[in-house]
T-cell receptor, first 112, second 110 residues
Framework: DAGVTQSPTHLIKTRGQQVTLRCSPK?????VSWYQQALGQGPQFIFQ???????QRGNFPDRFSGHQFPNYSSELNVNALLLGDSALYLC???????????FGPGTRLLVL | DAKTTQPNSMESNEEEPVHLPCNHS???????IHWYRQLPSQGPEYVIH???SNVNNRMASLAIAEDRKSSTLILHRATLRDAAVYYC???????????FGQGTRLTINP
């Protein structure tokens, strides 16, 4: 049973560019959440997707957007990258209404 | 969101028990207490959760105070693989987001 997978594992971008990160949920899960983890900090909730719609959003600007596909996989898009967007981006999957979230290994983004 | 307080770091020896404390004095009556841990270079992983009663699973035990304002995660025999950052998270059943604090960085000495 495959767990949560994310791609790419690492990414280097320059300021102003756009980036797309991808996530495949654990088999049987229908809900995907995205988190940003700065160095030395706990993960911060960006947003959650269920039934291809954004259910809840954390305190992140509109430059952060997402999408969920019919197969439950998801993308996180960040436009107009800033140096401060450098972080580990984590995807977590769960069942709708379920408390336990299963995390992927993350994508480490470096913005130069 | 309930605020949590955990020690920044703790240290223990291999094969000894470890007790990781968490204060969550503003927890609501419907919040479960979840514990996750994050091993180096990995995403967080679920450890255990409970509401009022003490809970055990293959990874750990969770002791919850009678007033629910604090809890303790217990690793019965720590191994080097248990070195990680441990997060205590009050979480309402069905809530979308997990709210992570700073966590406790646990170091295990051989």
């Amino acid at each position: 049973d495959a767990g949560v997978t994310q791609s790419p594992t690492h990414l280097i971008k320059t300021r102003g560019q756009q980036v797309t990160l991808r996530c495949s949920p654990k088999s049987g899960h229908d809900t995907v959440s995205w988190y940003q983890q700065a160095l030395g900090q706990g993960p911060q909730f960006i947003f959650q997707y269920y039934e291809e719609e954004e259910r809840q959003r954390g305190n992140f600007p509109d430059r952060f957007s997402g999408h969920q596909f019919p197969n439950y996989s998801s993308e996180l898009n960040v436009n107009a990258l800033l140096l401060g967007d450098s972080a580990l981006y984590l995807c977590a999957s769960s069942l709708v209404g379920g408390g336990t979230q299963y995390f992927g290994p993350g994508t480490r983004l470096l913005v130069l | 969101d309930a605020k949590t307080t955990q020690p920044n770091s703790m240290e223990s020896n291999e094969e000894e028990p470890v007790h990781l404390p968490c204060n969550h004095s503003t927890i609501s009556g419907t919040d479960y207490i979840h514990w996750y841990r994050q091993l180096p270079s990995q995403g967080p992983e679920y450890v255990i959760h409970g509401l009022t009663s003490n809970v055990n699973n293959r990874m750990a035990s969770l002791a919850i105070a009678e007033d629910r304002k604090s809890s303790t995660l217990i690793l019965h025999r720590a191994t080097l693989r248990d070195a990680a950052v441990y997060y205590c998270i009050p979480h309402r059943q069905g809530a979308q987001k997990l709210v992570f604090g700073q966590g406790t960085r646990l170091t295990i000495n051989p």
